[in-house]
């Protein structure tokens, strides 16, 4: 996303778009947080594994089908 | 300031999580035990041993569930609020909470519909175990696809908008969305793994629930947050004189 498109036309009056500056580092600390939870919740002891066992599967099961990931 | 929303964007999701769990556990868990049931049937009939339960059922759907869908509603919280940032001031005249419904409803589409259209949610009993790593590549290839076309389209319509009215560069960004989503549902391949005898209207109410669930979670995500950020704004997020 391109900062030299932002106009004073669109901003008058309304809200102050954040500098993309002050969001990149908390957009890759907030990404890396919801892909580890993602992770376990979705895919983890399914098609790949860190833990041994099934239990982590085997627990959130009900969750993983229902939210739509590729179970078994 | 970006960390106070991304806090906010978990703690709402947390709450998203827990109304999808509600959601899930009534409209959801009859179709789960449902298919458990028929699974149960159809390896009796193979004379196959029933499968040892390593996680009681009654976790499963209590405990588990909502342990699954409160993480992933935290998770998606906070990849909403960072969608939120970059498209607050960003989107027209939009005020903070016309950006939260915005946002979610792109969300909704962009993370549940379209992914879901190609590659539905699927009960138990369905799908072959062989498979289980390629249809987990091309669901996570899917929803990439989705987010990045979404990403890509919105910019193009924040640009087409400096030319165009908002309504048009609007218009003409979703118009693309759903060309460039359309030609990738069709070069990806398809996945049909539905057991012979397996209820048409069982599987029908289980995918519904599915998306229902996505619904609950983005709506609440859209609606408290953008009360949130109406009712306590932060210095971000109050109109500029």
Redesign the interface.
Known sequence: MSTTSLTPKLNSGSVQAIPLGAIAPWAIFGLLLAIVGIYFVGAEQGATALFKGMYVHEFVHDARHLLGFPCH | ???N??IR?MIVGVLAGLLAFVF?YVF??PW?DWAIGFEGKMDAMKGMAEEPE??SRG???T???L???I??G???G??F??AY??A???L?????PG?AVVVAVACFVTF?LV??IK??????SI?N?DT??A???L??TMLGTSVLIAILCT?LA??W??RHSAWLSTLMGIALYAVLMGIAMKALPTVDEVPDGFAANALWH?RL??IG??AVIWGTLGIAFGYIAERYPLA?????H
Request: positive net charge; proline residues 7%; charged residues 10%.
């Open positions: 300031m970006v960390g929303l991304l964007g899930a959801g868990e789960v390593l996680v976790v499963q759907s405990f588990g569930l342990t699954g869908v993480v992933m935290a998770a998606l906070g990849i609020s960072i940032a970059f607050l001031g960003r027209g005249r939009l005020s903070a950006t549940v992914p879901q590659f539905p949610a699927n009960p138990p799908g175990p289980i790593v249809r987990t590549g669901y996570f910019m924040r640009s908008s400096q289980f629930a599915s669930i996505g971000v997020e109050s109109t500029a």
